[in-house]
T-cell receptor, first 113, second 113 residues
Framework: NAGVTQTPKFQVLKTGQSMTLQCAQD?????MSWYRQDPGMGLRLIHY???????DQGEVPNGYNVSRSTTEDFPLRLLSAAPSQTSVYFC????????????FGPGTRLTVT | SQKIEQNSEALNIQEGKTATLTCNYT??????LQWYRQDPGRGPVFLLL?????KEKRKERLKVTFDTTLKQSLFHITASQPADSATYLC????????????FGSGTRLQVQP
């Protein structure tokens, strides 16, 4: 099993550009989520999904969109990148709800200039 | 929403000693707390989950306690080794009825040889 994979590993965007961060898992996990991690602020939840076709907002959803058309994939879209979105983004999955251990991907380091 | 707090100052200890990290939470007691390890440039890795009806849980050199009166969890690493140097994160369910996790900002542990 590859576990949770994320692409790209690094990305530089200009303000106003859009892009999609990819996340995939091969463990047949129902629950997937996206976090951003900034120095001194820990992990903050952006969006999460409890199954295909079902998504919900986390603490910092503004500027991001998600969809969950399959169990395996949970892409995160930045609609119009801003410097405040410079961060490290982690995707995570778990067997069921957040009550189970989360498996994290390796992260995507995004810089917006 | 519920908050979770960890000591943001790094903890420096000598090899062989016991490291103790603290996680405090506010408002209602969560049904469980989770602990993760994060190495630089990598995603968090799950270590332990402790439920509110479990006062203590152990895994090899790791021990976690859960005190609902103090609203606190302690994470202990006995016979610490330089390889234990990392950032340790605790997490709880974000809100009652919402299946998402909220994380503390983490405590960096440095074990000196």
């Amino acid at each position: 099993n590859a576990g949770v994979t994320q692409t790209p590993k690094f990305q530089v965007l200009k303000t106003g550009q859009s892009m999609t961060l990819q996340c995939a898992q091969d463990m047949n996990h129902e629950y997937m989520s996206w976090y951003r991690q900034d120095p001194g602020m820990g992990l903050r939840l952006i969006h999460y999904s409890v199954g295909a076709g079902i998504t919900d907002q986390g603490e910092v959803p503004n500027g991001y969109n998600v969809s969950r058309s399959t169990t395996e994939d949970f892409p995160l879209r930045l609609l119009s990148a801003a410097p405040s979105q410079t961060s490290v983004y982690f995707c995570a999955s778990s067997y069921s709800t957040g009550d189970y251990e989360q498996y994290f991907g390796p992260g995507t380091r995004l810089t917006v200039t | 929403s519920q908050k979770i707090e960890q000591n943001s100052e790094a903890l420096n200890i000598q090899e062989g000693k016991t490291a103790t990290l603290t996680c405090n939470y506010t408002n209602y007691s969560p049904a469980y707390l989770q602990w993760y390890r994060q190495d630089p440039g990598r995603g968090p890795v799950f270590l332990l989950l402790i439920r509110e009806n479990e006062k203590e849980k152990r895994k090899e050199r790791l021990k976690v306690t859960f005190d609902t009166t103090l609203k606190q969890s302690l994470f202990h690493i006995t016979a610490s080794q330089p390889a234990d140097s990392a950032t340790y994160l605790c997490a709880r369910r974000k809100d009652t009825g919402r299946r998402a996790l909220t994380f503390g900002s983490g405590t960096r542990l440095q074990v000196q040889p």
